[in-house]
């Protein structure tokens, strides 16, 4: 019995289920039907990669939703879709066909508000470079540190202007970042954040703060050399846009979205994503789980496309 077939005789097996044990109405098997199908679609739309249902990850869910939201669709049908395939896989692992549900950790809520953009890899390049093009050299040196902090670590605007200096640690590039209810947690940065970082502090913040006085251990400053505020960062990136060559108006909050997309798609352990971005959300809602810090530094060491010269500037 080939891999497809196998699929069609669990997919059946599971709106007999339905009909029968569950009662559902015949409208209902339906759309559980059609939900099915378009994820079976979806998967064989690269036929080189097609894998049976049986073998799908997070990064394939991941997929399929990032691929619904461009497709449109509203929030409430990505959520019905959402909660057919997730009773699909629940009823396979109780039946012990497979061993873990990949639709376990996604929790769409029903409303019509549209999942969050990433930016692609062409995106990121013109940020980094419009970060660069500030007439105020100093200012572009803090705004190219900015961006590579929330891009190499997926960390929210608030905790990025909360960041104090001894929350830092350049040599063993980590950051001590306070989220949500004060909880904290250790989040690791690339070396180009790094060097970033570093001209920053000796060639900009220390001359700007000096320039007025002003005496804190906030990381980011403002052009008068005050701490920096949330909305501060999110006026940067509007001007770092404007000097780029993107014509789109980008969310620092996008940063955090395309942190968490390029670490699942280049195959880091959804759990581990989770732990750095300090939140149960990515895309959908999560639930939080525990990975050691050492699990979560391999993870980012060798899946976060920074370490690997990819948007080396040119």
Known sequence: MTESDNDQKNIQW?????????????DTVQAYQQAITEFCDFIDEVPA???????????????????LYEKQYARNSI???VS?????????????????????????KTNNR???????????????????????????????????????????VSECAGIRLNDIDLDNRTILVTGKGNKQRYVPFVEYAQDAIETYLSDARAPIMARYHQSHQFLFVNHYGGPITARGIEYIMDEIVKQSSLTTKIHPHMLRHTF?????????????????????????????????????????????????DSLKSK
Do not use: C, W
């Open 79 to 81: 959520a019905q879709k």
């Open 114 to 156: 549209r999942l969050p953009r990433f930016l692609y890899q062409n995106e990121m390049r013109a940020l980094f470079q419009g970060a660069k093009q500030n007439p105020n050299q100093a200012l572009g040196l803090r705004n190219s540190a900015i961006l590579e902090t929330l891009y190499a670590t997926g960390i929210r």
């Open 260 to 308: 968490a997309t390029e670490m699942l798609n280049n195959g880091a352990d959804m759990r581990s994503v989770q732990e750095l971005l300090g939140h149960s959300s990515l895309s959908t809602t999560q639930i939080y789980t525990h990975v050691t810090k050492s699990h979560l530094m391999n993870d980012y060491k060798k899946y976060f496309p920074r370490n690997n």
């Open 49 to 67: 990669d097609r894998k049976p249902l049986t073998a799908v990850d997070a990064f394939d869910v991941e997929s399929f939703l990032t691929d």
């Open 14 to 26: 599971f709106l007999k289920y339905l009909r029968s044990d569950r009662n559902y109405s015949k």
């Open 84 to 108: 057919a395939l997730k009773s699909l896989y629940a009823f396979l692992v109780k039946n012990e066909v497979i061993a873990n549900n990949p639709f376990e950790y996604v929790h769409l």
